[in-house]
Antibody, heavy 120, light 110 residues
Framework: QVQLQESGPGLVKPSETLSLTCTVS??????????WSWIRQPPGKGLEWVGY???????NYNPSLKSRVTISVDTSKNQFSLKLSSVTAADTAVYYC????????????WGKGTTVTVSS | QSVLTQPPSASGTPGQRVTISCSGS????????VNWYQQLPGTAPKLLIY???QRPSGVPDRFSGSKSGTSASLAISGLQSEDEADYYC???????????FGGGTKLTVL
């Protein structure tokens, strides 16, 4: 059973880069069956898809965030990561990592989420 | 403004059947499958329905999904107090080339 755990700083200053890591256990980030996704949820609001990566390196990002987002995968550490540059208060959210079926795009395993606050 | 449209709230009494709608367009629901997620207070979302009407292992058969044209619905029968949660629909959008979510529906069990 795959399990996911997000980690990273809980506080980021405006204009800096948010960096989060998702550690995969019980499975391999090199699985061809999955995309590895990031989703976020601002306080009191709904879910927003950030993007995904496949172990092969192919990726896809939310068009509204594309210019600021990079998702990468580290097969040696069985992890994938999110970098979001030039953050503002609007990027304050709970960030989740999740597995994504690479045909029907459903997200069937989620991490518990990590709260990131953008503030000086 | 979410790409998929859901009612912000729904309610029902224990034992009742409730439905939650999700409206989209030809580029998302009209051409791709719909997935539903349940988010209990303070927890991560959980996959409830995938590929329009499939239940993952462990999801009670009280939950069912359907799709017609550019709309989808989630039905919950035999409503229970533990069903009180936020429910989100989602689908791939071919025009945006990305995953889109509904704004979420808060279900209250009266």
């Amino acid at each position: 059973q795959v399990q996911l755990q997000e980690s990273g700083p809980g506080l980021v200053k405006p204009s800096e880069t948010l960096s989060l890591t998702c550690t995969v256990s019980g499975g391999s980030v090199s699985s061809s069956s999955y995309y590895w996704s990031w989703i976020r949820q601002p306080p009191g609001k709904g879910l927003e898809w950030v993007g995904y990566i496949h172990y092969s390196g192919s990726s896809n990002y939310n068009p509204s965030l594309k210019s600021r987002v990079t998702i990468s995968v580290d097969t040696s550490k069985n992890q994938f990561s999110l970098k979001l540059s030039s953050v503002t208060a609007a990027d304050t959210a709970v960030y989740y990592c999740a597995t994504t079926d690479n045909y029907y795009y459903f997200m069937d395993v989620w991490g518990k989420g990590t709260t990131v606050t953008v503030s000086s | 403004q979410s790409v998929l449209t859901q009612p912000p709230s729904a309610s029902g009494t224990p034992g009742q059947r409730v439905t939650i709608s999700c409206s989209g367009s030809s580029s998302n629901i009209g051409s791709n499958t719909v997935n539903w997620y349940q988010q209990l207070p303070g927890t991560a979302p959980k996959l409830l329905i995938y590929s329009n009407n499939q239940r993952p292992s462990g999801v009670p058969d009280r939950f069912s999904g359907s799709k017609s044209g550019t709309s989808a619905s989630l039905a919950i029968s035999g409503l229970q107090s533990e069903d009180e949660a936020d429910y989100y629909c989602a689908a791939w959008d071919d025009s945006l080339n990305g995953q889109v979510f509904g704004g979420g529906t808060k279900l209250t069990v009266l």
